[in-house]
């Protein structure tokens, strides 16, 4: 990425986040079968609602600006998939698995805030005030999202996972 503007800087992140967007779609499906909780389960679908929600306040946001994203693939979700990936692989479905998943979630949440709280100090600075309250809503839900998944370890999972072997 060779950004010489912030111009450019928003474009490259807001294709970026786009691609991440796009890849979690897929990891959220594989993510809510192999979790055993049923709360776990729930929370999985509906961050993908959300989510397939967000996509499409990107493509808002792209036609409010009238710019065109890059076709880029966003490594860090990219990795932070691979690992969600790694834990289904490696421990057994069960609390374990949840808690590991809970973890990875929370993981990619902290990425999407990150994200999308650079896109909307970004999108403030270059006047796109449109593209910065849709990008600031989907900011919100990624922040709730992240409570969420803190009230799902702290009140179901931890209980499960304290006698569960390691």
Excluded: W
Aim: aromatic share 4%; net charge negative; hydrophobic share 40%.
């Amino acid at each position: 990425m060779a950004a010489k503007t912030l111009n450019d800087l928003f474009v490259h992140a807001l294709s970026d986040i786009y691609s991440a967007e796009k890849q979690l779609t897929k990891a959220l499906k594989k993510q809510a079968r192999a979790s055993m909780s049923t709360k776990l389960k729930e929370a999985f679908e509906t961050h993908l609602e959300e989510t397939h929600g967000q996509i499409e306040r990107i493509d808002q946001a792209v036609e409010a600006t009238g710019i065109k994203l890059k076709r880029i693939k966003c490594v860090a979700m990219e990795g932070l998939i691979e690992e969600a990936d790694e834990e289904i692989g490696e421990i057994e479905v069960g609390p374990v698995l949840d808690a590991a998943l809970i973890g990875a979630a929370q993981k990619v949440e902290h990425y999407e805030i990150a994200s999308y709280g650079t896109l909307c100090a970004l999108a403030k600075k270059l006047g796109y005030t449109q593209a910065m309250t849709l990008l600031n809503q989907t900011l919100e839900e990624e922040k709730a999202t992240d409570k969420k998944l803190t009230i799902l370890a702290e009140q179901e999972v931890s209980a499960e996972t304290a006698g569960a072997k390691v």
